[in-house]
Structures are given as C-alpha cells and as structure tokens.
C-alpha cells in the first residue's frame, strides 16, 4: 500500500475494482484499489459519489490540497472502529492540566531532540543548539501551556534562523511567515509541513484515536489538532532533512516557486520533486530495537500513536520518540 | 432447582461474545484491548484466508454463519453438531474453549449438539464434546473473561511465542 499523488487536471473514478486517474489528455493509470493506502490531490480533478463511496468501503482517505499546494481537507471513511474508552481517556487527558502538560511538552521534546540532531550535521550552529537548549530547560520550569508555546516558539524561531547558515544564500530565511509564506523557503518549509501533518493525520486514522483532541496545540486550532502536535517530532525528522537536501543539492531552484501577488509557492515540478524525496523517506527502513524488525519511517508515526494509546489506557508511560541511529 | 436458577442468573451476567473467551486463552492482554474497542485493522492475509475457509469449504452445508444474541456466531450447524473451520490447529486450546462456550451457551438454550473443529487445510478435525470437566472449564473462563475486562488498564506486556504473529505485534511492541 502506498500514497498515490495527483499533480494533473483531471478525473479519477472508479471501475469495478480499479480506480482510474485520468489527465486532461485523456491518459489513463490504472491502480488497483489494496495499493492505495492514500490519494493525495493537488490538481484541479473531478471525482463523483460512485469512488467516495468505494473508497470509504476500501476505508481510503484523500487529502485535498489547494492550488499553492496547502492542506485544505480530507475525505475520511466514516470511522470504523472507535473505542468510546479511548476517547473519554484522550479527553481527561486535556482536561486535567498535569496530564495535558506532560503530553505537550513531550511532543516539544521530541521535536527539539530532532531539531538538534538536524544542527548538530552542520557547522558553525553550534551557538543556535545552545540557545534552544536553554529555551528547554526554560520550558521545563514552566507549566502552563501558554509557557510552554512560548518557549517551543522562540526555540523554533532560532532553528528557522540556523537555516541560514545551512542553507545556500539563495534560500535565506529573513522569518519564518506562514500565512502566507512570502519567499521560497517559507513557501518550502509550509508545503513540506503540510505534506507532514497529512500523512500523521492518515496514520491516526487508522488508529482509534480522535484526531480533534490534542495537548500541545489547542484543539479549536484546527479541526485535527491531534495531527499537528505529532508531526511536531517529524517536522525536523522528516520535512526539514528533506528541505536540506533538496536546496544544498541544487535539486531545487528558484525556478520551481512561483509568486502571485500575496503568496509564494511552490510550483507543480517542486511538488513533484519534494514528494519523490518525501516518498522515498517514508518508506526508508530502519531497525528497530524492540520490534526486531525492519520499519519504515511511516510506521514510526504510526507507532507514535500507539504509543500514545498505551498512555492513554494507563498501560505504558508515553515517552517521544527520538532517532537513535 | 435453586441451584439452576443460580446457575441462569450468573450465565446472563457473565456471557460474553465466543471471540473474547477465545483471545482469553490466547493472550489476556489482547482481550482486554479488543474489548475496549482498541482493534487492528485486519488486512492481515491470515485473516483473509479464513473467511475464505469458511465461505468455501463446505458449500452444501445447510446453515452457516449462525449469529445468536449477537454474541456467538457459529461458523456451520448441522443436525447434530455444530463445527468451526480454522486454518490452523495453531491454537487449538483457544479454539477449543470457543467451541466448548458455544456447546455450553446452545445448551442454556436447550440444544445439546456436539462440535467439530475442520481444519480443511491440514485434512483434520477434532471432536469436542461437553463434559462436566469442560462445562467448569468454560464457566471459570467467563469468570476470567469478566475479571479481565473489569480491570482498569491492560494486562502487562508479557511476550508469548506467538506476539510476532498476532495482529497487535506492532501496537504491543512498537
Ligand atoms: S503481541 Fe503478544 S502480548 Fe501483545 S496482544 Fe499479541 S499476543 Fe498479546
């Protein structure tokens, strides 16, 4: 099983077993339907009730992108197995302000264990690496939330400022600006986040977890907060690595962004280029400890939501998970 | 009498569904996370291959798939006994209480059969018939069926020859 990502104008629909992808000019790719674990849709495509429903009884998700390529939603099969203890569990956890806290600040922990292990590959960071450190020890004294955000926030801030040092001058960072991103590496660090928070958003569908109730970010935030505070420890694991390499290989080029009045964004071939990375990423392997087995950076993000089950049901306390090769 | 009436009282708060007795002799810590709804997704091929077994093998049989209280739900029924197919005698003392329950649950309802375990794959099959031994037997799984469901969290993480095949290999140990 594996994502299937749509770039082209066109239509995807069923027949019989087999979804079709079909581009303006008429080309057709047939994928059979065990395949697809994910379709991800950044063309302008048309797609009727007749595959939705397929797709919900084949429990498939589509994410949806925009035209500059952000997340904009999702067609989620209508949950299959949900355990009601589960979630009223997820739910005292929000509620109750030390068990919220100890969540939050694992995912900010997790995060800044890859943060660091991302500036300790380059040099002269070493300055940034012991600012954010003591934004952690700062964190840990504090126990609100609010507090929390903050440190998580500066400590971020200064990480987005190491990029200049990593990254070729063509790409510099001024600040990080996500609404809209305003110059190519902001418009590259927001779609590969994006790509991040979908992909954890598909790996907690297939688990029992409530995607809406989450500990770091507040659950009003966005609609599935719960994926944004895990793909807080993937974002540097995964997305950032990527952007590195993409940009220090001039792989990517200025050409690949376009700008519009307000955004800038990148363009169809950068998309295609960040996802090929992306991809290839995700299904990268690695041993694992415990399991004695070979397992993919994917299932990583799935295990960080199993992982934050066994909390929850009191089984095994939650620890971040952190890179150790 | 009263002891019967007894009996019947305690049978309606401790039945349970013939899968839960079945995971209690397989894993107790399964049971207990099946129970709260914390299942795997099946798209283990395993569980395929069974469901295809059970569809297939045997076409003529006149009742398959006996749902009853929406608790048990008998694979085939003959006239005198009812049967199980399964891919594997793998777990064959889980397969076996599952089948004793369901011997001692139709029994409660007045039906006395004996039950069949087929095991096309293998060219096999066992007998399981409901003795006095096997009726306690499958009353004091359902009291540990209800003992283990009742606790507050999962049974702790034992490993068995088996984790590495069970669906929840990667939740218990990932
Ligand atoms: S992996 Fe092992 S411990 Fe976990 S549920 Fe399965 S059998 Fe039980």
């Known amino acids: 099983m594996r994502n299937y990502y749509i770039f082209s104008n066109g239509r995807i629909r069923r027949k019989e077993n087999t979804v079709y992808i079909e581009n303006e000019q008429g080309e057709k790719r047939a994928i059979p339907i065990e395949d697809i674990d994910t379709i991800h849709v950044f063309g302008e495509v048309d797609l009727n009730t007749k595959l939705l429903n397929f797709l919900a009884q084949q429990n498939k998700i589509v994410h949806f992108y925009n035209y500059y390529g952000f997340y904009s939603g999702s067609f989620m099969p209508r949950d299959r197995n949900v355990s009601g203890e589960l979630l009223v569990k997820q739910v005292e956890y929000y509620l109750d302000n030390e068990k919220r806290f100890?969540?939050?600040?694992?995912?900010?922990?997790?995060a800044t264990f890859h943060i660091l292990r991302n500036l300790r590959e380059y040099k002269n960071t070493e300055n940034f690496q012991e600012k954010i450190r003591t934004e952690m020890i700062k964190a840990l004294e504090t126990n609100t939330i609010n507090e929390l955000m903050g440190c998580e926030g500066r400590a971020r801030d200064i990480y987005y400022e190491a990029f200049n040092v990593i990254l070729k001058?063509?790409?510099?960072?001024?600040?990080?600006?996500?609404?809209?991103?305003?110059?190519?590496?902001?418009?590259?660090?927001?779609?590969?986040?994006?790509?991040?928070?979908?992909?954890?958003?598909?790996?907690?569908?297939?688990?029992?977890?409530?995607?809406?109730?989450?500990?770091?970010?507040?659950?009003?935030?966005?609609r599935y907060s719960l994926s944004l505070d895990i793909a807080e420890?993937?974002?540097?694991?995964?997305?950032?690595?990527?952007?590195?390499?993409?940009?220090?290989?001039?792989?990517?080029?200025?050409?690949?962004?376009?700008e519009d009045v307000n955004y800038c964004y990148l363009n169809n071939t950068g998309r295609k280029k960040f996802i090929k990375e992306f991809d290839q990423k995700l299904a990268t392997t690695i041993k694992h400890r415990k399991l004695k087995r070979h397992v993919s950076y994917r299932s990583l993000i799935r295990f960080e939501c199993y992982k934050l089950i066994k909390h929850l049901i009191n089984d095994e306390l939650y620890k971040p998970f952190k890179a150790w090769w | 009498m009263a002891e019967d009436i007894?009996?019947?009282?305690?049978?309606?708060?401790?039945?349970?569904?013939?899968?839960?007795?079945?995971?209690?002799?397989v894993c107790e810590r399964k049971l207990w996370l099946f129970d709260r709804g914390i299942q795997m997704e099946s798209?283990?091929?395993?569980?395929?291959?069974?469901?295809?077994?059970?569809?297939?093998?045997?076409?003529?049989?006149?009742?398959?798939?006996?749902?009853?209280?929406?608790?048990?739900?008998?694979?085939?029924?003959?006239n005198n006994e009812i049967r199980e197919v399964k891919y594997s005698n793998r777990m064959y003392n889980a397969d076996r209480i599952q089948l004793l329950y369901y011997l001692y649950y139709l029994k409660q309802l007045g039906i006395e059969k004996k039950g069949i375990i087929n095991y096309p794959k293998m060219r096999k099959r066992e007998e399981i018939?409901?003795?006095?031994?096997?009726?306690?037997?499958?009353?004091?799984?359902?009291?540990?069926?209800?003992?283990?469901?009742?606790?507050?969290?999962?049974?702790?993480?034992?490993?068995?020859?088996?984790?590495?095949?069970?669906?929840?290999?990667?939740?218990?140990?990932?």
């Open chain 2, 43 to 78: 798209t283990s091929d395993k569980v395929l291959i069974g469901k295809l077994l059970g569809e297939d093998s045997y076409p003529r049989e006149e009742k398959r798939d006996m749902m009853i209280d929406n608790l048990i739900n008998i694979d085939i029924v003959g």
């Open chain 2, 6 to 25: 007894i009996d019947i009282i305690n049978f309606q708060s401790l039945k349970t569904t013939g899968i839960k007795v079945n995971y209690l002799y």
């Open chain 1, 102 to 110: 100890y969540l939050a600040y694992s995912f900010v922990e997790g």
């Open chain 1, 169 to 222: 001058p063509e790409f510099f960072i001024d600040k990080r600006q996500k609404r809209p991103p305003t110059n190519p590496i902001n418009a590259l660090i927001s779609f590969a986040n994006s790509m991040i928070y979908s992909t954890v958003l598909s790996e907690i569908y297939h688990t029992q977890l409530n995607p809406t109730i989450s500990y770091l970010h507040e659950p009003r935030q966005r």
């Open chain 1, 233 to 258: 420890i993937f974002k540097p694991l995964i997305a950032d690595t990527i952007i590195f390499k993409l940009v220090n290989n001039n792989m990517l080029k200025i050409e690949d962004f376009e």
């Open chain 2, 129 to 174: 018939i409901l003795t006095d031994d096997g009726a306690r037997e499958v009353e004091a799984a359902l009291v540990r069926v209800k003992e283990i469901v009742g606790m507050d969290k999962p049974p702790e993480l034992q490993k068995k020859p088996y984790c590495t095949k069970c669906a929840y290999y990667e939740f218990c140990f990932g």
